[in-house]
């Protein structure tokens, strides 16, 4: 038991080196790729946050503007979020799907005494 | 067990008029949510490359799949407390990568029955014809070696295995985490992990010896 805990934690950790030092060598090229990928994702986010228009507005008009952000806000439940479900109902067909294999208890001894020490380790 | 996203609810699409309502306050808000997402993205940017690197062998579609989860994450679930993005994020990565390989087995499908096409000996085999992802024999490191041998063993898993090791183990994610990002029950988890932690002792166990 000791020693297959112990092998597990040892491949565990070489595996984790290896991928941390994967991460570490990243050439330039492919970090400025990603940076230039997150800043079209945070482009993204400020069309979300910020109105493109001015803040700064006569009473009257901001009125008018508030009126016109609640019908826009009741009208993004039909826009937006019309792809969140889709999403969701997507990603809930993937699941069901998927077929995951849960006979482990039943068939690998091994796996209920790992599945034990991991639950009294506290981990996860 | 399935694991339901939660409904986006008022918070993120009310967001959008605060600044013009709220003022200064609300815009400040906005401004710290953007700093954060932009934190956030940049501290899981490049593992997010190595793991998507690993499940599809290839590195533009790598780069491809997480700049599309990026924008996804951000059009979409900004508006999720923070602590929620990283099992967001990698699930929106892994339907990605998914797409991608659901993709390219129909191209090989298309391309092997399609008359005509130049096959000079049937479908073309999926492993030989991947990109050596380890570049050039001078840069390689032995780590590097270890994870080409490790991502060769993991290719060799069921996705959901190789997703569970490398989202438990690369990325640090608990348990709960991870049935999140995967769209599984704990349970599913702890034995999708098992099996590839299994395979990898056996694989990569005897390569070093």
């Given amino acids: ?124 | 067990m399935r694991v339901r996203e939660e409904p986006v609810i008022g918070s993120a699409t009310l967001s959008w008029p605060m600044p013009l309502i709220g003022g200064r306050e609300a815009r400040e808000t906005a401004v710290d949510q953007e700093r954060a997402l932009e934190r956030f993205l940049a501290g899981v940017e490049k593992r997010a490359f190595r793991i998507a690197k690993l499940s599809l062998r290839d590195h533009d579609d790598a780069l491809d799949v997480v700049q599309d989860a990026m924008i996804s994450l951000a059009r979409n679930y900004s508006g999720h407390p923070e602590e929620q993005w990283r099992p967001l994020f990698y699930r929106i990565l892994r339907n990605r990568i998914t797409d991608y390989q659901r993709r390219r087995r129909v191209r090989r499908g298309v391309i092997a029955w399609w008359p005509g096409t130049a096959q000079d000996d049937g479908p073309p085999d999926p492993v030989e014809s991947a990109p050596d992802p380890s570049g050039t024999p001078d840069e390689k490191l032995e780590g590097e070696q270890l994870l080409e041998r490790i991502g060769q063993v993991l290719a060799a898993l069921s996705g959901r295995q190789r997703e569970a090791f490398m989202l438990r183990n690369f990325e640090g994610l608990d348990v709960a985490q991870t049935a999140i990002a995967m769209g599984c029950s704990e349970g599913s988890v702890k034995t999708h992990y098992f099996r590839a932690v299994q395979a990898l002792q056996q694989e990569i166990g005897e390569w070093q010896t």
């Fill in chain 1, 1 to 124: 038991m000791a020693d297959m805990k112990e092998r597990t934690q040892n491949i565990e950790r070489k595996s984790r080196e290896a991928f941390e030092e994967s991460v570490a060598a990243l050439d330039g090229a492919t970090r400025s790729r990603l940076a230039r990928a997150r800043e079209l994702a945070l482009t993204e986010a400020r069309r979300r946050y910020r109105p493109s228009f001015s803040t700064w507005v006569p009473i009257g008009a901001a009125a008018a503007a508030a009126v016109m952000a609640i019908a826009l806000w009741s009208g993004s439940h039909v826009g937006p979020q019309a792809a969140e479900p889709a999403l969701v109902a997507l990603e809930e067909f993937d699941i069901m799907a998927a077929g995951d294999d849960l006979d482990m208890m039943d068939e690998d001894p091994a796996f209920y005494a790992w599945a034990v020490e991991e639950t009294a380790d506290g981990v996860g």
